[in-house]
């Protein structure tokens, strides 16, 4: 993106609200309750032409000491130094509040540019307060609604001046290297296009520790860490690059069982948990020491499995542990007892807060990630299935066999394969659990959902 916007303001004003309207998402959570927002979350934005990256921060509070409000605090200061243009919101139909006019001295002294926004202008009740921005001394106001998506055109105009001038380079095209005259499942697998960043997604429990983990990859304090439970409630994403690899590591609220969620924003947030699983590559499990697996954990991993995604559980806290070898067979008779259909999971242990082993864990994410990409040939594919019928052949059917004729790969992501069978109804599901164990175990697929199509009909290849 060309240049960054900030939204700062009191909370409860529509910073969240001016955020999707710019990301043309609902990317972050919107509620009455003030102080939704705690972290700063950043979006690309396309607005009247311009593109530039816009920044969600928590709302300003005139604290200064430990606690979670001055935490939140210093979040949005460290966002405001990282801009180029900030959006000092208000809410035109509340008018100028002490706090409103605190924050608006601070900002006149801050060396980021500061454009004056006036939000809820919609209708003759935001007048008065219109007239009275003046008196914080940030020019004149931008009146915009954006729930309405009013005003939009006014705030493009006075963005303009911060946005550097346009790149007219050329975009080469890519050879995508398809070969029609190669049957689908032979295709050589293309290069990858290490460009796009590999998404790693941080779920668990609350209080595991993903917040601090995020942190000690990044090496600094980017989101909030503390002891208060349910301090994620955004899902922060944020580029980063590891060995010459590019990620977009994800930090989500602490997923609790459903009959104890109860209150609006943590089902909102929640709800914003389950997406960014489904958006990602790779989702790194993040369970306490003291609490190895408990149900809530594996409930977690289970739905990782069924949404395809690849799966890699990191022990946190290992630093606390007393006895570790019976911790870590306590892990393994977990996932053999409750994922014993997934073989080969990547456990890691670590310390986020001390940042042991967090190399390793980045290892096995890569490894399991390049599982989860992994494509293999027909050719190879169909040996293989000769030799599982000629040791296991499938059980008979009302007296009579059910053929099985050609086996291919249609997708990856996760390894998916197309089973072609003359009754694919009589096939048993517990033939086809085998299938599925042996191929992963003859192809070494451990870790990562294998999918198995049944399909009806004659070897598409094969000649008439």
């Given at each position: 993106m060309s240049f960054t916007v900030v939204l700062v303001g009191r909370p409860n004003v529509g910073k969240s609200t001016l955020f999707n309207r710019l990301a043309g998402k609902k990317l972050a959570l919107v509620d009455d309750t003030p102080g939704v927002t705690r972290d700063w979350r950043s979006a690309p934005a396309h607005v009247g032409g311009l593109s530039f990256t816009v920044v969600d921060t928590a709302g300003l509070e005139d604290v200064t000491d430990d606690s979670l409000e001055a935490r939140m605090r210093r979040q949005t200061e460290q966002a405001l130094e990282r801009a180029d243009v900030a959006l000092f919101i208000i809410d035109a139909r509340a008018g100028i509040t002490p706090l409103d006019r605190h924050?608006?001295?601070?900002?006149?002294?801050?060396?980021t540019p500061v454009l004056l926004v006036a939000n809820k202008t919609e209708g003759k009740a935001s007048q008065p307060g219109m007239f009275e921005s003046y008196e914080l001394g940030l020019g004149d106001p931008i009146p915009l609604s954006a729930e309405h998506g009013e005003g939009m055109a006014d705030l493009v105009e006075a963005l303009l001046p911060y946005a550097p001038?346009?790149?007219t380079g050329e975009v080469e095209e890519k050879d995508d290297g398809f070969d029609p005259s190669i049957p689908v499942g032979d295709q050589p697998e293309p290069e990858e296009d290490r460009s796009k960043p590999i998404q790693i997604a941080i779920v668990g429990r609350p209080n595991v520790g993903k917040s601090t983990l995020l942190n000690s990859?990044?090496?600094?304090?980017r989101v909030l860490t503390g002891p208060e439970a349910g301090m994620t409630r955004d899902a922060i994403s944020v580029d980063w690059e590891w060995?010459?690899?590019?990620?977009?590591l994800v930090d989500t609220a602490g997923m609790r069982r459903r009959a104890r969620v109860d209150e609006k924003v943590e089902?909102?947030?929640?709800?914003?948990?389950?997406?960014v699983i489904r958006m990602a590559n790779v989702v790194v499990l993040v369970v306490d020491a003291a609490a190895i697996l408990d149900k809530q954990d594996l409930t977690i991993a289970r739905l990782v499995i069924s949404e395809?995604?690849?799966l890699v559980i990191a022990v946190n806290k290992w630093d606390t542990v007393d006895d570790r070898a019976m911790a870590l067979r306590q892990v393994e008779d977990k996932l053999q007892a409750s994922l014993g259909y997934i073989k080969g999971v990547k456990v890691v242990t670590i310390s986020a807060l001390k940042g042991h082993k967090l190399d390793t864990l980045l290892d096995g994410v890569l490894e399991t990630y390049n599982v989860w990409n992994r494509r293999i040939p027909t050719a190879q594919l169909n040996r293989w299935i000769e030799g599982v019928l000629e040791h296991h052949p499938p059980p008979l059917v009302e007296g009579r066999r059910v053929k099985i004729r050609y086996v291919t790969q249609?997708?990856?992501?996760?390894?998916?394969?197309?089973l072609f069978v003359n009754k694919p109804l009589d096939l048993p599901e517990s033939y086809q659990r085998y299938l599925t164990t042996h191929l992963r175990d003859s192809f070494d697929m451990p870790g990562v959902p294998v999918r198995l199509l049944l399909r009806k009909g004659k070897n598409p290849y094969a000649e008439d």
């Open positions: 924050f608006a001295n601070l900002l006149r002294r801050s060396k001038p346009e790149d990859l990044l090496g600094e304090e060995r010459d690899r590019r990620f977009k089902k909102l947030a929640v709800a914003d948990s389950l997406r395809g995604r690849a249609v997708k990856t992501r996760p390894p998916t394969f197309a």
